[in-house]
């Protein structure tokens, strides 16, 4: 059974950084596609970004308000998404989900997610 | 980017009622669209992919369809777990992966 785990959420002051980690299981992780998805409060689901495997090169992709700032990476030896957040801004506040994407008809779509770790920026 | 545009944002039903949420594109996306349903306090799900095609799992009351520009999600008897908001997304281009606004779908 796919299994995703974020943690290290938290509240933070604007201009900080924080690191959440997503932590997988049940599949094969080093081969596994990945992302990031946030959701601000009463709000609607935002991409953040992706990371491909390393076996396809690892890439990795951002949402235009957070590229610069956020870095995804991943530690297969341990089966560990990160997504590191830089220059804490207000609006990033939000419930951020690593999900794994799967095969979706010749392109990858998001098809497992984690419960999601709470991300509060404010002074 | 690739704007996805969703309507309604809200849509009152009940149960047993046949509904129908659609999903524009800015530009032509192929196929390449999901739809994802998120109940309250709860996680996303995905529900169908490349338009058309049911996530394993997903009750076949579920169906979706369209291409190009304009799609829609069918539901075609609503029962009580469906009460939720529901989602589409592009993986057309990854610059970014944009969803919908959403549609909350409320008795």
């Known amino acids: 059974e796919v299994q995703l785990v974020e943690s290290g959420g938290g509240l933070v002051k604007p201009g900080e950084s924080l690191r959440v980690s997503c932590a997988a299981s049940?599949?094969?992780?080093?081969?596994?596609?990945m992302s990031w998805v946030r959701q601000a409060p009463g709000k609607g689901l935002e991409w953040v970004g992706r990371?491909?495997?390393?076996?396809?090169?690892?890439?990795?992709e951002y949402a235009a308000p957070v590229k610069g700032r956020f870095t995804i990476s991943r530690d297969d030896s341990k089966d560990t998404l990160y997504l590191q957040m830089n220059s804490l801004k207000t609006e990033d506040t939000a419930v951020y989900y690593c999900s794994r994407e799967k095969d979706c008809g010749g392109r990858s779509c998001s098809a497992y997610w984690g419960q999601g770790t709470l991300v509060t920026v404010s002074s | 980017d690739i704007q996805m545009t969703q309507s309604p944002s809200t849509l009152s039903a009940s149960v047993g009622d046949r509904v129908t949420i659609t999903c524009r594109a800015s530009q032509s996306i192929s196929t390449l669209l999901a739809w994802y349903q998120q109940r309250p306090g709860k996680v996303p799900k995905l529900l169908i992919y490349?338009?058309?095609t049911l996530e394993s799992g997903v009750p076949s009351r579920f169906s979706g369809s369209g291409s190009g520009t304009e799609f829609s999600l069918t539901i075609s008897s609503l029962q009580p777990d469906d009460f939720a908001t529901y989602y589409c997304?592009?993986?057309?281009?990854?610059?970014?992966?944009?969803f919908g606004q959403g549609t909350k779908l409320e008795i």
């Open positions: 490349k338009a058309s």
């Open positions: 990371i491909k495997s390393k076996s396809s090169g690892g890439t990795e």
């Open positions: 997304q592009q993986y057309f281009s990854s610059s970014p992966f944009t």
């Open positions: 049940g599949f094969s992780f080093n081969n596994a596609w």
